[in-house]
């Protein structure tokens, strides 16, 4: 049974900094594309940051230069560390993972950011 468990949530000031963690089981995570998305209320979901098997990063134009995407493929385990954040940060992260044939999400930590 795959599971996607994301930690590292919570309240901080705008400004400060989160790490947010995502621990993979059931799966071999180095087979897998990553990534990190978010959605606020009444929004989409969008993608945050995205890790191919490789190592190859990619990030939204609102993210970058604040949010660092990682993985540790022999621990199962990614991470999203972000800094400088903003109001509009404030979010539900999940994290996913993909092949060409399976698509597996986490349940989602909340990021809030206060001003």
């Known amino acids: 049974q795959v599971q996607l468990v994301e930690s590292g949530g919570g309240l901080v000031q705008a400004g400060g900094s989160l790490r947010l963690s995502c621990a993979a089981s059931g799966v071999m995570l180095s087979s897998y594309a990553a990534g990190w998305y978010r959605q606020a209320p009444g929004k989409q979901r969008e993608l945050v940051a995205m890790i191919s098997r490789g190592g190859s990063t990619n990030y939204a134009d609102s993210v970058k230069g604040r949010f660092t995407i990682s993985r540790h493929n022999t621990k199962d385990m990614m991470y999203l560390q972000m800094n400088n954040l903003k109001p509009e940060d404030t979010a539900v992260y999940y994290c996913?993972?993909?092949?060409?044939?399976?698509?597996?999400w986490g349940q989602g930590t909340q990021v809030t950011v206060s001003s």
């Open positions: 996913n993972v993909k092949s060409w044939r399976d698509d597996y």
